[in-house]
């Protein structure tokens, strides 16, 4: 069974500094795909980036990005010039590529870090 | 276009009463999936259809929790007998199809209190 975890419950830095969140995962698969979602207080999980386990390239979308370290299975996530829209809950996501009919789909999550931006 | 909606937002129920919880997801979206979040936690799968049928159920707590998807679109969660400790989020989320790299689009859940 595969398993996440972010070590970090919650984080405060000031606005428009750089702020990394950590994420570990622990799973038997070779091919996977790995997710950050973001829970702002009107509950609605949103997606902020994910990242094939076969691509070497860390995935970027605008002022946020991934380390991601397979052989040390990290996945980090960077949000660089942090603005006060970005407190919310984020969560660490991994789903295996395939594995049959069962168990494959799902997304397992771990226990999340609350973010917390000041102005 | 629209996204996943849940039904109702809130809901308040007494210990040992029936719930209906009701997913409508993104239109087109074949694979939808149920999570719930305890307070403080991540969201746990309970279940996720393909179509019309469960393909995997492996989440589901107990024989309690029930879930249908009967024309492949809307999903109904039903609980029977609520208890204390079923009190939490119930997330639903829609997918284009099943595989690995789709996106999961969520709902913006039903928060039950069981009292």
């Known amino acids: 069974a595969q398993t996440v975890t972010q070590s970090q419950p919650e984080m405060s830095v000031q606005e428009a500094e750089t702020v990394t969140l950590s994420c570990t995962y622990d799973t038997s698969e070779n091919n996977y795909y790995l997710f950050w979602y973001k829970q702002p207080p009107s509950r609605q999980m949103i997606l902020v980036i994910r990242?094939?386990?076969?691509?070497?390239q860390n995935a970027t979308e605008n002022r946020f990005s991934v380390n991601f370290q397979k052989a040390a299975k990290s996945f980090s996530l960077k949000i660089s010039d942090s603005q006060l829209g970005d407190t919310a809950m984020y969560f660490c996501?991994?789903?295996?590529?395939?594995?049959?009919?069962?168990?494959?789909?799902?997304?397992?999550f771990g226990q999340g870090t609350r973010l917390t931006i000041n102005p | 276009g629209a996204g996943v909606s849940q039904t109702p937002s809130n809901k308040v129920t007494e210990k040992g009463k029936y719930v209906e919880l009701r997913c409508d997801p993104i239109?087109?979206?074949?694979?939808l999936y149920w999570y719930r979040q305890s307070l403080g936690q991540g969201p746990e799968f309970l279940i996720y259809?393909?179509?019309?049928?469960?393909?995997?159920d492996s989440g589901l707590p107990n024989d309690r929790f029930f879930a249908v998807r009967p024309e492949g679109s809307v999903s109904t969660l039903k609980i029977q007998r609520t208890e204390r400790g079923d009190s939490a989020v119930y997330l639903c989320a829609s997918s284009l199809g099943p595989g690995g790299g789709e996106t999961q689009y969520f709902g913006p859940g039903t928060r039950l209190l069981v009292l």
């Open positions: 239109s087109g979206h074949t694979a």
């Open positions: 259809f393909q179509g019309t049928g469960a393909a995997d």
């Open positions: 996501a991994f789903r295996a590529a395939w594995g049959g009919i069962q168990g494959a789909q799902k997304l397992v």
């Open positions: 990242q094939e386990a076969y691509k070497q």
